[in-house]
């Protein structure tokens, strides 16, 4: 059954195929979504990510693709849950809170790139 | 071609005090250039080259400290440079003027100042900038400018290189006399300054937050706690002497702490040693209790005490205004290159 999004495993294997497209010994390095387990992708996003995957992969001098996946809003607000286990296993008490968090922006990937290409979606 | 002057306050600074470099731009500067405060911003990031967060200041203009004074200065724009570049959607925020208005001012008891002491009157205020200023920010995020590792935070008041995780405080007097080319004081915040900087009033756009928090309340709420979220930074902050004649100004208009004036341990103090009035039962118990941690007691607040002069304040600013733990004070013009961006 085809869905309209994309499963994470998945996206981790639509990205390795489109790197190795051109050349199996291209190497392809994902980093930034290491601490989720499960999760939706927008396939729309995905499909532009193969091409993209494809379009650095076809130059034959390329050796290597670096994906970094980061917010495009470097301020990000999470919530997080504190919870209690109790000593029988189970859950006791359980307090949500807000973490605001800023991570190093996009210049700190592509500042030493001799070409960039901003395909982003913008914000208005 | 023009020039564009702009004051570097180096990383290294300061017997290697200042752990980030900071860029201070006075409005008349850009002005002269013909540019706009972006562009400004630009030419500076395409200059310098180097991880930076940029102020620019307008020295005809008021803002306010966060604990409710009112300081003859104003930011009217922020960013964060890096690479020499700055991030189109998070690395740039201007700061719109905040008009007079009575409703403001019925709404904000502390903003009398603007009214009622001279320096003051007439100015234009500028504190944080406000939601359109802010876009594509969502309300609860900071306000801050985020390029490659600089978040410029806070209005300009707090600076961190998120990789390598140095932060330097700049609080209002410190950016005060970087702009007038005085002196500095320039050392680690201290308990004090980390229990102060929650104690806040309510204002709409502020430097740090708006509508939320009252005078009497405390933005940090955390306890015992409050007096470590900040103490290790370093701060670039005015002399004491310098906080003690501003914050003297605001209590000889009648402003009481409390109620209208934020419940720091610096405006306590300095009320305190005036012998002017403190709204303690306003002071809500999670403030008292951040206060009591520093050693700012009720019951010594409450204690008889003469009255000190102005005079005597202003010469024992030091004793009187705690906070800031190995502080040093430095010349501005010591500390500081002037350069110049062409543009």
Redesign the interface.
């Known amino acids: 059954m085809k869905l309209m999004h994309t499963k994470l495993p998945d996206f981790y294997k639509k990205l390795q195929d489109a790197g190795k497209k051109f050349n199996p010994d291209t190497e392809v390095v994902v980093r930034g979504m290491e601490n989720m387990e499960s999760a939706k992708l927008a396939s729309l996003r995905v499909g532009r990510a193969e091409e993209f995957m494809e379009e650095l992969a076809e130059n034959p001098d390329v050796a290597k693709i670096e994906v970094t996946v980061l917010p495009q809003i470097p301020e990000t607000i999470h919530t997080i849950v504190f919870k209690a286990i109790k000593k029988d296993g189970t859950a006791g008490k359980a307090i949500l809170g807000s973490m605001f968090i800023t991570t190093p922006a996009a210049e700190c990937y592509y500042h030493d790139a001799e070409e960039v290409d901003d395909r982003r979606v913008p914000f208005d | 071609m023009n020039k564009l002057k702009y004051k570097l306050i180096p990383q290294g600074a300061a017997e290697g005090r200042n752990p980030i470099h900071l860029i201070f731009v006075d409005k008349k500067d850009v002005v002269a250039a013909g540019l706009t405060y972006r562009q400004a911003c630009e030419v500076i990031a395409k200059d310098f080259k180097e991880p930076s967060a940029i102020n620019i200041i307008d020295m005809d203009a008021v803002t306010v400290s966060s604990d409710g004074i009112m300081v003859d200065y104003g930011i009217v724009a922020f960013a964060s440079v890096?690479?020499g570049?700055i991030?189109?959607?998070?690395?740039y925020l201007e700061v719109s003027e905040q008009p007079y208005s009575t409703k403001l001012l019925a709404e904000e008891p502390h903003m009398k100042q603007w009214d009622n002491i001279d320096a003051y009157k007439g100015k234009r205020l500028y504190r944080g900038p406000n939601f359109e200023d802010r876009?594509?920010?969502?309300p609860?995020?900071?306000t801050?400018t985020?390029?490659?590792?600089i978040?410029n935070?806070n209005t300009g008041s707090e600076v961190?290189n998120?990789?390598d995780m140095t932060e330097v405080l700049i609080p209002a007097y410190g950016a005060l006399e970087i702009m007038k080319d005085g002196e500095v004081l320039i050392g680690v915040a201290g308990p004090e300054i980390s229990v102060g900087i929650g104690m806040v009033v309510f204002e709409t756009y502020g430097r740090i937050f708006h509508r939320s928090y009252g005078a009497g309340l405390t933005a940090h709420n955390s306890g015992k706690y409050a007096k470590t979220v900040k103490s290790d930074y370093p701060a670039i902050a005015g002399p004491k002497r310098t906080l003690a004649e501003y914050t003297m100004r605001a209590l000889e208009i009648g402003l009481v702490p409390g109620k209208d004036l934020g419940c720091s341990p610096a405006v306590l103090s300095i009320a305190k040693a005036m012998g002017k009035p403190i709204a303690f039962d306003n002071i809500e118990e999670r403030a008292w209790i951040e206060l009591e941690s520093v050693g700012i007691r009720r019951a010594d607040l409450e204690a008889p005490s003469t009255p000190m002069t102005r005079e005597e304040i202003l010469a024992k600013a030091d004793e009187i205004v705690p906070g800031l733990t190995d502080g040093k004070l430095f010349k501005v013009a010591d500390i500081s290159e002037i350069r110049y961006a062409e543009c």
């Open positions: 890096d690479y570049m991030n189109k959607d998070f690395g876009w594509p920010r969502v609860h995020n900071e801050q985020i390029t490659g590792r978040a935070n961190m998120v990789v």
